[in-house]
């Protein structure tokens, strides 16, 4: 965990193929999703790693994981090419405290799936239409700075029903132009960590450019951000917390 006094260390992992692969993604997002991701997050104050699939160890080997206080990640068409093992060490790090925000298609990804327990499957629909994502908890930290409503022209849409557990705190809810709803800000607590998933960043529009968009992943890194106890004792605990007088049974 970093200390209060220094700015929180955060890894913006994205699987990065749609825009290597395609002309026309890249055209929206021609330095990379992650890069356009992380750009306002380092505005923000905050310290920002980039990572992508096709590194090493998908870029979060060695102390990096380790060195994050919230991960986040965009992931779509490959998920299956993420190593199981970095999953897991993922999964071990929110369990341990870091925090995670899992983006749009990452509803999918081994990390996500693993700390939900669900099937984590949706509606979809690639239409282009408009999308309303309206605060549902105006008093939580997430919302901080926000208009009660972020409209978005061009989307891909996500329907319920999303397989995914009751959210801790659902903060924000879509509605699609074409009359599906979805829960699309969600909270969760995964043993000392958080996570925020939020849905939308579907590659061929340049939604994370929007500045309310931006605010929000801000907020959220700022709420997932490491807090509360650093080491919890679990185990075996042979000397009790209070003198006990030997029970002979
Ligand atoms: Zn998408």
Redesign the pocket.
């Known amino acids: 965990m970093s200390n209060s006094n220094s700015p929180l260390r955060v890894t913006v992992w994205n699987e990065y193929r749609h825009e290597q692969e395609s002309e026309r993604i890249r055209a929206v997002y021609p330095h990379g999703i992650h890069n356009s991701i992380a750009a306002p997050l380092r505005t923000a104050g905050f310290e920002v790693r980039t990572a992508t699939l096709d590194e090493p160890d998908h870029g979060l080997g060695g102390d990096v994981l380790a060195n994050t206080d919230v991960l986040v990640w965009w992931g779509?068409k490959v998920h299956e090419l993420v190593s199981d093992a970095i999953a897991e060490q993922v999964v071990q790090r929110v369990w341990a405290g870091m925090g995670l925000i899992v983006l749009?298609?990452g509803h999918f990804s081994k990390p996500f799936k693993r700390l939900m327990g669900t099937g984590c499957d949706l509606k979809w629909r690639e239409a282009g239409e408009r999308e309303r994502i309206w605060i549902v908890e105006p008093g939580h930290p997430i919302a901080q700075g926000l208009p009660e409503q972020i409209v978005l022209e061009h989307e891909?849409m996500y329907g319920e029903h999303f397989d995914i557990p009751a959210p801790d705190e659902l903060v924000m809810v879509s509605w699609f132009q074409g009359g599906e709803i979805f829960r699309s800000g969600c909270c969760y607590h995964r043993g000392q960590g958080k996570i925020f998933y939020f849905r939308p960043g579907?590659?061929s529009f340049p939604t994370y450019e929007h500045p309310h968009v931006q605010q929000v992943i801000a907020n959220a890194v700022r709420w997932a951000a490491p807090s509360g106890l650093e080491n919890v004792v679990r185990g075996h605990i042979p000397v009790a917390a209070e003198e006990l007088e030997v029970y002979e049974s």
Do not use: M, V
């Open positions: 779509h749009h298609s891909e579907h590659e």
